[in-house]
Nanobody, 126 residues
Framework: QVQLVESGGGSVQTGGSLRLSCAAS????????MGWFRQAPGKEREGLAV???????AYDDSVQGRFTISLDNAKNTVYLQMNSLEPKDTAMYYC????????????????????WGQGTQVTVSS
């Protein structure tokens, strides 16, 4: 059974930083595709970043240059370093794994994961 457990959410002020972590267990995909989504109240869930073993990451335009995704294969953990946070980044952030990815170079076009975490809340105040 695949389990994804997020941590690292919290409250910060505008311009602050947070690092989210997601530890995966029971996940044995050789490509180790993992990524992050977020969902703000009243809005659809949106894909932010994806990474996989041996490949370069891809990002949504909304976070390109501010967020960095990284993968520690030894720990089966994916991270999302979020810098220059703004109130519009306030949302529930979800870890995801597996599934299919559509990208154009370093731009994430679409991501349909096979597995989801429970989410961790990020709140950015002005």
């Amino acid at each position: 059974q695949v389990q994804l457990v997020e941590s690292g959410g919290g409250s910060v002020q505008t311009g602050g930083s947070l690092r989210l972590s997601c530890a995966a267990s029971g996940y044995t995909d050789s490509s180790n595709t993992m990524g992050w989504f977020r969902q703000a109240p009243g809005k659809e869930r949106e894909g932010l970043a994806v990474i996989y073993t041996g490949g370069s990451p891809a990002y949504d335009d909304s976070v390109q240059g501010r967020f960095t995704i990284s993968l520690d294969n030894a720990k089966n953990t994916v991270y999302l370093q979020m810098n220059s946070l703004e109130p519009k980044d306030t949302a529930m952030y979800y870890c995801a794994a597996g599934g299919s990815v559509a990208r154009i170079g370093g731009t994430l076009v679409g991501y349909h994961p096979a597995y989801w975490g429970q989410g961790t809340q990020v709140t950015v105040s002005s």
